[in-house]
């Protein structure tokens, strides 16, 4: 039995205990489709679900750990479940991209990015 921070961070989903802890008890961590708190304790079976860069992941805990090890070990102890990232043009658009080493926009070039960007305004 080994508390949900303590797993997320010894698996690596953290970089440290205390940002694991704060994303827990921000309703970013679910263990079986339920909010967890810090001290929710996980089982070998339990699906451990972590809401990060826009999208969810989804874990099955295979090894329960309490210290932090190294990553090949970290990796064996979930099964990762998550349905793959949707694509960067998806996930930004092609909104206001510039070609690869065009270099910094010109001040027209600037305007043009603004007015694209602006919302529609009532025009008369």
């Known amino acids: 039995m080994t508390r949900v921070d303590q797993w997320t961070w010894?698996?690596?989903?953290?970089?440290s205990r205390s940002l694991?802890?704060?994303?827990?008890?921000?309703?970013?961590v679910r263990v079986n489709d339920e909010r967890a708190k810090p001290s929710t304790s996980v089982h070998v079976g339990d699906?451990?679900?972590?809401?990060?860069?826009?999208?969810?992941?989804?874990?099955?805990?295979?090894?329960?750990?309490?210290?932090?090890?190294?990553?090949?070990?970290?990796?064996?102890?979930y099964v990762d479940h998550s349905p793959?990232?949707?694509?960067?043009d998806e996930f930004f658009g092609a909104f206001g991209t510039r070609e690869r080493?065009?270099?910094?926009?010109?001040?027209?070039?600037?305007?043009?990015?603004d007015r694209l960007r602006a919302p529609e305004r009532g025009q008369d």
């Not at 694991?20 to 970013?28: P, S």
């Open 47 to 77: 699906e451990v679900r972590v809401r990060a860069e826009g999208y969810e992941k989804v874990f099955e805990v295979v090894q329960l750990l309490e210290k932090r090890v190294g990553a090949p070990i970290a990796q064996a102890a």
């Open 84 to 88: 793959p990232p949707p694509p960067r």
């Open 10 to 15: 010894a698996v690596r989903l953290y970089k």
């Open 20 to 28: 694991a802890t704060a994303a827990v008890k921000a309703g970013h």
């Open 101 to 113: 080493g065009a270099g910094r926009p010109t001040k027209r070039d600037r305007r043009e990015l």
